[in-house]
């Protein structure tokens, strides 16, 4: 299994970039997708999930409203849309897969993990 994360990058306040991670290996519809960041000194915590089916949607309230988490099933790939970033978003972002049906805002109920793609946001 490969989760290929890419699409950070260095931006500035304000601004907006889409994160892509594309997957590789596994059942992708059968498995629930995850968006996961870690800044320097904190832990890993949770960004935003999205159902097998792409029905459902949860976000950190962090995010809420500027982000956007969507999965393409032809091609494998979930995405991050990430709009008005603030430099508190600063972080290695990391997609993650779960292969049961009730979506997890918990590190621990995932499977597998992707390598991670810097996001940096300048004042």
């Known amino acids: 299994v490969q989760l290929q994360a890419y699409g950070g990058g260095l931006v500035q306040a304000g601004g907006s970039l889409r994160l892509s991670c594309a997957a590789s290996?596994?059942?992708?519809?059968?498995?629930?997708m995850g968006w996961f960041r870690q800044a320097p000194g904190k832990e890993r915590e949770f960004v935003a999930v999205?159902?097998?089916?792409?029905?459902?949607?949860t976000y950190a309230d962090s995010v809420k409203g500027r982000f956007t988490i969507s999965r393409d099933s032809a091609k494998n790939t979930v995405y991050l849309q990430m709009n008005s970033l603030k430099t508190e978003d600063t972080a290695v972002y990391y997609c993650?897969?779960?292969?049961?049906?009730?979506?997890?805002?918990?590190?621990?109920?995932?499977?597998?993990w992707g390598q991670g793609t810097q996001v940096t946001v300048s004042s």
């Open positions: 993650a897969a779960r292969a049961l049906a009730v979506v997890s805002r918990s590190t621990a109920g995932y499977s597998y």
């Open positions: 999205i159902s097998r089916g792409a029905g459902s949607t």
């Open positions: 290996g596994l059942s992708f519809s059968s498995h629930s």
